[in-house]
């Protein structure tokens, strides 16, 4: 009887499980749709931000902006985003093995890497592993552009100074609801500074455009930094919960499953437990019956 009230006790328990892992299910599927449809109405904004700062480079003369600086990289600074909670599948574990790989690249070319850590996850896991910069925890639970804006005043004017040479971010890409890719960005100096490859006719042509060039770039690279930065903070929200809802989903499937296996399980013990007991009550019938 013992096994079976352990059995039952483990029933009992993973009902109560699936019960906490449907509602974690449903809390991210609510929080999925207004963190999605806010990525996807700013993702064409910001690629097309990326796209006419990239070209713009190309026609202006580096030396026009400090951001556009192409020096010898020797020290590279890398934002890493990550969430603050765990419980969502290899969202995480996925993004830290990028920036984890990415480090370990510059490092073997002799580059000292510092990281910026946005999001609870990537702190814990690097902040005993790598020279952290700066952290920025517990920022997804609500965040505007002002959390951009505030990232970005920690990083640029520190490029200015020539505190560190290359700027990358690294971030979960919102694909899908069960796909998040790991991508790592450039952003400082921007992709197109500095680059040998052959560019179209197109992207060379000049253009006429007030004001002028360092007035204009003084306005709108700060600014590409930003709107980059918070791209990635609504792909990495985005992400986070559509990573969430699946693990929880899945979890909520093996709980069933489970359910299926103790509950058989235990009907098998019931019954063997039965037999016992009427095997022991034929036996002391037939003993009854041989004692007279």
């Known amino acids: 009887m013992a096994a079976l009230r352990d059995i039952r006790r483990k029933i009992t328990a993973v009902q109560k499980t699936k019960q906490i892992t449907r509602a974690m299910n449903m809390v991210s599927a609510s929080k999925l749709r207004s963190a999605q449809m806010r990525m996807e109405n700013f993702r064409p904004y910001a690629i097309k931000f990326m796209d ?66 946005v ?29 951009a804006i505030g990232i970005g005043e920690d ?18 890409e919102f694909a899908s609801v069960s ?20 560019v179209d006719y197109e992207k060379r042509l000049d253009y006429i455009y007030e004001p002028s060039d360092e007035v204009l770039l003084d306005q709108l690279l700060p600014m590409y930094i930003r709107v980059l930065i918070y791209r990635s903070l609504l792909e990495t929200s985005a992400g986070e919960h559509g990573a969430r809802m699946v693990a929880m989903d899945n979890a909520t499937k093996n709980c069933d499953d489970l359910t299926r296996s103790l509950t058989l399980t235990f009907n098998k013990v019931r019954q063997a437990n039965i037999t016992k007991e009427l095997m022991d009550i034929v036996g002391g019938t037939e003993a009854l019956k041989a004692g007279k």
């Not at 020290?75 to 599948?89: F, N, P, S, W, Y």
């Not at 640029?156 to 971030?171: C, K, N």
């Open 119 to 147: 999001g609870r996850k990537g702190r814990d896991y690097f902040r005993k592993k790598q020279k952290l910069h700066s952290m920025h925890p517990d920022v997804f639970r609500k965040f505007d552009m002002g959390l």
């Open 155 to 172: 990083v640029i004017p520190a490029f200015i100074t020539e505190d560190y040479d290359e700027l990358y971010l690294v971030y979960n």
């Open 179 to 198: 796909i998040q890719r790991p991508r790592v960005v450039r952003l400082l100096p921007l992709p197109s500074v500095g680059t040998e490859e052959e």
């Open 52 to 117: 006419v700062l990239n070209s713009l480079a190309l026609r202006v003369d580096p030396k026009s902006h400090p951001l556009l600086a192409a020096r010898e990289p020797r020290k590279i600074r890398v934002i890493v985003m990550t969430a603050d909670r765990g419980l969502c599948g290899g969202f995480n574990t996925n993004v830290i093995r990028a920036a984890e790989r990415f480090v370990q690249a510059k490092a073997k070319e002799g580059k000292e890497v510092s990281l910026v850590t």
